[in-house]
């Protein structure tokens, strides 16, 4: 469990209870499924909010991923944010009414199951970055856009940045990636727009992460300019600062370039609070954050769901 006084984070079986209670209470608009198992065996949850949730229509998927690092708990938070927002506020809320309408949104409230209940066993932090499967894979290396290309990882499993035997050894990308696999109909990805949400330095970010380049074999200029104006647009709704992810550090195999590299998604990852301070303690901030720093993405996560639907160019 959580250390005393963090009660109001959520363990697994409270996010498995949060999803629960949002489909009893939503039936109309939410369901549950998954996309796969942990390697413990957890459900990695998948909750779709739109109207008519049962038929697979014709409208942009938006997806958001949270937790594939294990201590950033207040990432679940942000992802658990989104259930709330867009299930209790149907109906109320003319902006949330509109996108649950017109949108197929995709919750992913935590990739790396295993890893969280770990960091938190004993009711202490135990600073625990990567899946439990035993390999030491950092889940967010092991994406399969140029996996391993160029630096941005290591070899070495007692690295915090070990990018796994080969792109998508863990169980928890393997799936993950799997379902946005299967979001290919027709030849075409549904899912048109992602955040994977990280703490911590309170940062928006796009790729590509594996270059310092701005365009790319498959980044054109024109892309590139799309991702920053997007980028700049939701970082001055949070205050949160707008850059390419590699110009904060190189990383490859990071979920952003694959989504984009190999699917075309419009995929940034959030950085979180808080912006600086304390290394280890910045990942464990006190629960009375999770109300102002999960609601501050609120108008950054109406802008992508609202971008979804406009064409990349
Ligand atoms: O290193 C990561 O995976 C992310 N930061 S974290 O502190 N949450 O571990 C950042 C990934 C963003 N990509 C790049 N910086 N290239
Ligand atoms: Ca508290
Ligand atoms: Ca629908
Ligand atoms: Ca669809
Ligand atoms: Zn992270």
């Not at 169980?171 to 027709?186: I, K, N």
Request: net charge negative; with cysteine.
């Amino acid at each position: 469990d959580f250390p005393a006084g963090d009660e109001d984070y959520h363990t697994y079986a409270e996010v498995t209870e949060e999803l629960e209670r949002a489909v009893a209470e939503h039936g109309d608009i939410a369901s549950l499924s998954s996309v796969g198992d942990s390697h413990e065996g957890r459900a990695l949850h998948l909750l779709k909010i739109s109207d008519n949730v049962a038929q697979d229509e014709d409208e942009p998927e938006v997806l958001f991923t949270c937790n594939q690092h294990a201590r950033e708990h207040l990432t679940t938070e942000m992802c658990l944010r989104i259930v709330e927002r867009f299930t209790d506020g149907y109906g109320s809320d003319p902006v949330v009414t509109e996108l649950v309408d017109t949108r197929e949104i995709l919750v992913v409230p935590t990739v790396n199951p295993d890893g969280a209940e770990y960091d938190i066993s004993g009711g202490y932090y135990h600073g625990w970055r990567k899946n439990r499967d035993g390999s030491g894979t950092d889940l967010n290396r092991n994406w399969g856009y140029q996996w391993g290309c160029c630096g941005g990882s290591s070899s070495w499993p007692s690295s915090d940045t070990y990018r796994g035997t080969s792109a998508f050894s863990a169980p928890e990308t393997a799936a993950l990636a799997a379902f946005v696999d299967s979001r290919v109909v027709g030849g075409e990805q549904q899912i048109t727009a992602h955040i994977d949400f990280h703490t911590y330095s309170e940062l928006v970010l796009w790729p590509f992460g594996y270059t310092y380049a701005d365009t790319a074999p498959d980044m054109t200029r024109e892309q590139a300019q799309r991702f920053q104006d997007v980028g700049t647009a939701m970082a001055a709704s949070n205050g949160y600062t707008p850059q390419q992810s590699s110009d904060l550090y190189i990383t490859d195999g990071s979920v952003n370039d694959w989504m984009w590299g190999e699917h075309g998604i419009l995929s940034l990852t959030f950085e979180m609070y808080p912006a600086s301070g304390g290394g280890l303690d910045g990942f464990y901030p006190p629960d009375e954050v999770i109300e102002p720093e999960t609601r501050r993405n609120d108008e950054a996560v109406q802008i992508l769901l609202e971008e979804a639907g406009n064409p990349m160019p």
